[in-house]
């Protein structure tokens, strides 16, 4: 009886759920003439929604989903809008019916079919923070809560910056017209996705972790301190908003911080549970935090150069006549350790160029665009 009863666990173990292995559903609904694709990964709990940025779709989340599931346990939605990734387009001839309002038509739709139309908590990615604030805007009682990554707010996009913004891009819009329909339809009614915006104001009811990365996404000292303005008078505006900032990150915050972008989900998850699931939550979130951060210090170390090694890989470099790279070495190794500069580490010219070609300083380019053979890691 022993064996017998031993030997039926055994074969409904697989049936038990596990974090580790959550069922995935890859799935195109059809929302209204055109079908939108979700993928899913079912847990237990309300379910969070994700809204990538412009010109994203859903396989910008990939890194997260696996860490996430184990965490909160939780059901995970990520889709792409129409005209990105696997997503069809609207058939309706007039360019101005593909706007936000006809995507959320379709995305309320999409959810509802798939049984996600109650309860839920959003996530949201530059762009992707209209969607979300309208989506709350329009079921402020359903959303449970927000997490902002270095999203779009009413407050920065002025009139001023529309203006600017749909002067710089008719070039990229004449070109996707034909290239790309879902950027095209999503850049030439940007100001039309503002004003919707504008015009249904983000409820104060629904708790905002809104994280915003240290590192603007344009080179432009003013916007950028317009941005962290918009996002702390967001933040001020109501007690259950908290605004955190990304240090060292750029724009995708989440991609190169992940353990932050989780641990910040997971907060604001555990603040809709009772108190027993958001102890336990909790609990999981930590113990993710301390081996995600375990980790982020390996890969650091293995990808980190000492000064010396530059060094003696620029000269190795000068050696075998490879002068452009070699100075690009010599470049990085005075950028990355400026303080330690000797005249070991200088750009040295040689002494006795190559009698087959005249020989001419090149233009030193950013560290940035180094060959291959650097591997680089910018991180939070």
């Not at 962290?228 to 505006?237: E, L, P």
């Not at 081996?291 to 210090?297: F, G, M, S, V, Y």
């Given at each position: 009886?022993?064996l ?8 409904l ?21 055109y ?36 965490v909160?346990?939780t ?22 019916q ?7 038509q ?6 509802k ?26 079921h ?10 270095d999203?779009?707010?009413?407050c ?6 529309l ?14 017209k034909?290239?790309h ?16 915006v ?19 996404f344009?080179?432009?000292p ?20 908290e ?18 972008a989780?641990?910040?989900?997971a ?12 102890a336990?939550?909790?609990?999981r ?17 293995d ?37 330690a500069?000797?005249p ?13 070609k005249?020989?001419?300083k ?7 665009s ?6 680089m890691?910018?991180?939070?």
């Open positions: 009886m022993k017998y009863l031993a030997a039926l666990l055994l074969c173990l697989p049936l038990v759920p596990q974090r580790g292995h959550a069922q995935t559903v890859d799935t195109l609904v059809d929302v209204g003439g079908r939108l694709h979700f993928h899913i990964v079912k847990g237990q709990g309300t379910p969070i929604l994700f809204e990538a940025g412009g010109g994203d779709d859903a396989r910008v989340w990939e890194q997260l989903l696996k860490p996430l599931a184990q909160t346990g059901t995970l939605i990520t889709y792409d809008r129409a005209g990105f990734g696997k997503s069809e387009v609207s058939r309706e001839a007039d360019d101005t593909h706007g936000i309002l006809s995507g959320m379709g995305l309320e739709t999409g959810l079919k798939l049984g996600y139309g109650k309860e839920i908590m959003l996530v949201a990615h530059s762009y992707g923070g209209w969607y979300s604030s309208l989506y709350a805007a329009r402020p009682k359903q959303v449970k809560a927000v997490v902002l990554l999203a779009m707010l009413p920065f996009a002025t009139d001023d910056f203006a600017g913004m749909m002067r710089d891009m008719q070039a990229d819009i004449a070109k996707n034909t290239e329909r879902g950027r095209y339809y999503q850049t030439l009614n940007y100001p039309a996705t503002v004003q919707a504008r015009n249904a104001p983000f409820p104060a009811s629904v708790p905002v972790m809104d994280v915003v990365a240290e590192q603007f344009i080179p432009n003013t916007e950028a301190a317009r941005w962290k303005a918009c996002h702390q008078q967001f933040a001020a505006a109501q007690p259950n908003r605004l955190l900032t990304a240090y060292g990150c750029g724009h995708y915050l989440f991609h190169e911080n992940p353990a932050l989780v641990s910040a989900i907060k604001a998850y555990a603040a809709t549970r009772g108190p027993q699931q958001r336990d939550l909790l609990q979130s930590l113990r993710y935090s301390v081996e995600a951060t375990n980790e982020l210090k390996k890969r650091e170390t990808y980190r150069h000492s000064e010396s090694d530059l060094n003696s890989w620029g000269y190795t470099l000068l050696r075998q006549g490879e002068i452009q790279k070699a100075l690009e070495v010599f470049k990085l190794n005075t950028v990355l350790y400026p303080r500069a000797t070991s580490t200088a750009s040295p010219k040689p002494t006795s160029p190559p009698a087959t005249s020989w001419r090149p233009t030193i380019r950013s560290p940035w180094l060959t291959p053979g650097i591997r890691r910018w991180r939070c």
